[in-house]
């Protein structure tokens, strides 16, 4: 296995990637599967030297990825600041895979100039809180009761740390 920046041939891989996560339901707050040129724009408005997206691939397949997005892009004294977004594929959870994207994420952060890394996540997805505070993140907020899935209504949380 290996990381590497994601490149424009990968995108069908993170979409479904992505899917997979759709359709477990507490995983992001889309609600309905998305194609590539749904996210065209969301990995175009990513760059290697800021930005980036990563992906671990293994024998060309694309086993997980992570992405650094800009916070309010254009206000510059956010301009150091970065959300994180990880999913990993279902076929290869539970093999340190998350703490392995977030050991990258946290090398890669001051190189790209980052100094506060944060994630928005479902305050049900457990999973991803467990993660979060394993690699030195803390919850900074909660916002209650706004996710409104068609069977439940959940909230966010937003977990950060200095890199």
Not at 52 to 62: L, N, R
Not at 65 to 78: F, K, N, P, T
Not at 109 to 133: C, M, R
Request: proline content about 4%; hydrophobic content about 35%.
């Amino acid at each position: 296995m290996h990381m590497r920046t994601a490149k424009s041939k990968d995108l069908p891989q993170i979409v479904a990637i992505y899917n997979q996560a759709i359709a477990e339901g507490n995983c992001t707050a889309d609600t309905h599967s998305l194609t590539v040129k749904d996210r065209q724009y969301w990995f175009d408005s990513h760059s290697p030297d800021k930005y980036p997206i990563y992906v671990m691939e293994q024998e060309g397949k694309i086993l997980s990825w992570y992405s650094l997005s800009a916070h309010r892009r254009g206000r510059m004294a956010l301009r150091n600041v970065a959300e994180i977004s990880y999913y990993v594929n279902q076929n290869h959870r539970r093999k340190g895979i998350g703490r392995q994207l977030m050991q990258h994420a946290l090398k890669e952060a001051p190189k790209l100039g980052l100094h506060n890394l944060f994630a928005i996540l479902l305050d049900v997805n457990q999973t991803s809180v467990a993660l979060l505070e394993k690699n030195g993140f803390s919850r900074w907020g909660h916002l209650p009761n706004i996710a409104e899935f068609p069977d439940k209504t959940c909230g966010q949380f937003i977990y950060g740390r200095k890199v």
